[in-house]
């Protein structure tokens, strides 16, 4: 019987990936294209205004217009720059929304939550006990739906991504050397691994915000997915069978298992596809994916996300010279990026300019080529490095996803017949064309391996 049913599904996967390759309209795959309104607002070559978006949106079936916040005791939910989202007539909001007069097939979405919101600095810091004290109270989850419905409703959006803000997962500390007896000693009396105490309690109250918002949202039509951010546990936050009947999809954004901010100390691959070993089973796409699919998520519900930039750490002399990771004894000062002037982040197009091209080809010093390390065999990603030199300068180690490998990603959905792909963030794509003279290269390597 046993054997039936293994050989029965195993003829279902082989039609069903069959089917998948003519691509029938019905199996189509999704691609799902954040973009962060932030990147509006830079100065220098990381601004990106909406018209530099127009050679992504053929590709894209979504566009994600991030982020809106909410308000701490109000619990309404926001825009985060009224002037730049809201103001009459040239507002982001009905800019990015009317962009469907160019583009019929394309659904905007608002975002909600996604990391951002209106506090900064040291208020910033407890962001999740907002989302969950809103959570708690009744009273605040009917003003979240009242105002949220009331913005996607009024600036045109087809609906609602909810990217809530849970507190993440706790990143495991290396301690070396003095003082790591104590630091371990105080972990185990402060409990700091527990990310939440009430997180079966907030996981109902999720469920019932998500219904309440699809209830509000049934009569006009309105879309709702919702956004698992880097490093929430879906096992305590998510409560799959009962959410997904309210979702049209989820995004997972299964990357940053990794970071310089989190793991300072220990550089890894940022996001493999696949579980790397001894390290922690759950830090790979697979994981999260399958974590979904166990419990009751149809597979053409969920779409992987996939990032446009990549992680980088600063080696020191005592990192080694192989890059082979994970690399120890690293800091995470790597010089900031010259386009985004993120720390701990490079776009693609800033990465690209670190690889051997002809541009660095006899550089030396700071501006030396990295060197590429790919991955043949589609499993974890690429890394490139530079060792540091005697004087313990210009070490990089960066874990990071170029047009290759996120077609590789893509093949994955493809081969796991998943919905499709959720890319973070056409900002971080070279949507100049410095690296090729091809705008936007991870977006179309994407799209041309979930059609072809
Ligand atoms: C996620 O939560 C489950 C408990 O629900 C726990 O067993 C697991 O270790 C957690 N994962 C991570 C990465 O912390």
Redesign the pocket.
């Given at each position: 019987m046993k054997l039936l049913v293994i050989f029965a599904l195993c003829l279902g996967a082989a039609l069903s990936s069959k089917i998948g390759q003519q691509q029938p309209p019905g199996l189509q795959k999704h691609l799902v294209c954040y973009y962060d309104s932030a990147s509006f607002i830079k100065e220098g070559l990381g601004k990106v205004v909406i018209d530099e978006l127009e050679p992504a949106l053929q590709f894209c079936d979504y566009l994600v217009y991030g982020y809106a916040g909410i308000e701490r005791d109000s619990h309404k939910a926001v825009s985060l720059n009224q002037q730049l989202d809201l103001d009459l007539g040239k507002g982001l909001y009905r800019t990015v929304t009317r962009l469907k007069r160019k583009y019929p097939k394309l659904r905007v979405l608002l975002s909600v939550g996604g990391d951002k919101d209106i506090e900064t600095g040291d208020d910033a810091k407890d962001l999740p006990n907002k989302y969950l004290e809103l959570l708690e109270n009744p009273v605040g989850r009917t003003r979240f739906v009242n105002t949220v419905y009331s913005l996607v409703k009024t600036y045109g959006f087809d609906g609602l991504d909810v990217a809530w803000q849970f507190p993440k997962?706790k990143p495991k500390k290396v301690h070396s050397g003095l003082g790591s007896f104590w630091k371990g000693f105080k972990k185990v009396f402060t409990g700091d691994s527990i990310v939440d105490e009430r997180s079966e309690e907030h996981k109902e109250q999720f469920t019932a915000l998500l219904r309440d918002v699809k209830n509000a949202f049934r009569p006009d039509n309105l879309l709702l997915s919702t956004t698992v951010l880097p490093n929430v546990?879906s096992?305590?936050f998510y409560d799959v069978p009962a959410v997904i009947n309210y979702l049209d999809f989820v995004n997972l954004a299964a990357f940053d298992f990794y970071t310089p901010e989190r793991n300072p100390e220990l550089a890894d691959y940022s996001a493999p596809i696949y579980e790397l070993s001894e390290r922690?089973p759950?830090f790979n796409v697979d994981y999260q994916v399958r974590y979904w699919l166990r419990n009751s998520c149809p597979a053409s519900k969920i779409n992987v996300g996939v990032t446009t930039y990549g992680r980088p750490w600063k080696l020191t002399e005592d990192s080694g010279n192989t890059g082979v990771p994970p690399i120890s004894k690293v800091v995470d000062e790597a010089p900031v990026g010259g386009n985004t002037q993120l720390h701990g982040l490079y776009s693609w197009p800033e990465v690209c300019a670190l690889l051997p091209n002809q541009n660095n080809a006899y550089s030396k010093g700071a501006n030396a080529p990295l060197t590429k390390v790919a991955d043949p065999a589609k499993r974890f990603g690429s890394y490139a490095y530079r060792a540091a030199d005697k004087k313990g300068e210009n070490g990089i180690w960066v874990s990071y996803e170029d047009p290759d490998t996120a077609a590789d990603k893509a093949g994955y959905v493809r081969t796991n017949n998943l919905g499709g792909v959720a890319l973070f963030d056409l900002s971080y794509d070279d949507f100049r064309g410095l690296c090729t003279n091809d705008k936007y290269p991870i977006l179309r390597a994407v799209k041309y391996r979930l059609v072809n």
């Open positions: 997962n546990n096992s305590l922690n759950e």
